[in-house]
């Protein structure tokens, strides 16, 4: 491969330039001033902070348009999320897309089946709950009972107390 400016162009099939560009070359034509201006305005590193401006620019449209585009996506999907509930058996853990094909579960053999067995578990809840509220009914009325007992056999053995002092003040 050839190399360098020998003549003849860079590139594969030596098509480029023939002389390095002079560096600070100026044109007789301008005066310093506009020289100035011209090469600040050519020189590499300020043409790619131009570029990057204008991509900076370019990103905060994108940002406001993709934050629009992810608000507009969050509605769709809320909006989704609320007519999906509508068609979700929470017994059965199935989301259905169409209230046809709900329905139709509604009314199939698996999904009362399952409705029969939670219905008769609720109930076997109730009822053991039920029990358990009677049985501690009952201790609270035997343990009344028994305090109550027992007051009273004080109060008899005080009554006796006092009657044989009674009679024996009598006699
Ligand atoms: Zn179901």
């Not at 098509?15 to 600070?24: L, N, R, V």
């Not at 007519?83 to 709900?102: I, M």
């Not at 004080?154 to 002092?165: F, S």
Request: glycine share 6%.
């Amino acid at each position: 491969m050839k190399m360098g400016w020998k003549g003849q162009g860079l590139g594969k099939s030596e098509q480029g330039i023939t002389e390095p560009i002079k560096a600070g070359a100026r044109d007789g034509k301008l005066g310093v001033g506009k020289q100035e201006q011209d090469e600040f305005y050519t020189a590499e590193e300020n043409v790619e902070r131009k570029k990057l401006n204008v991509e900076v620019e370019e990103t905060e449209d994108m940002a406001k348009k993709r934050e629009a585009e992810s608000e507009r996506e969050k509605k769709i999907k809320d909006e989704l999320a609320e007519v999906r509930k509508v068609f979700y058996c929470e017994l059965c853990n199935k989301q259905y897309k169409l209230a046809t094909e709900f329905e139709v579960h509604l009314s199939s053999y698996d999904h009362n089946h399952k409705k029969r067995f939670k219905e008769m578990r609720d109930l076997q809840a109730a009822k053991t709950r039920d029990d358990r509220i009677r049985r501690e009914q009952r201790r609270a009325e035997k343990e009344m009972a028994r305090v109550t007992q027992t007051e009273l056999q004080a109060l008899r053995r005080r009554n006796r107390v006092l009657m044989q002092g009674l009679q024996q003040f009598l006699v």
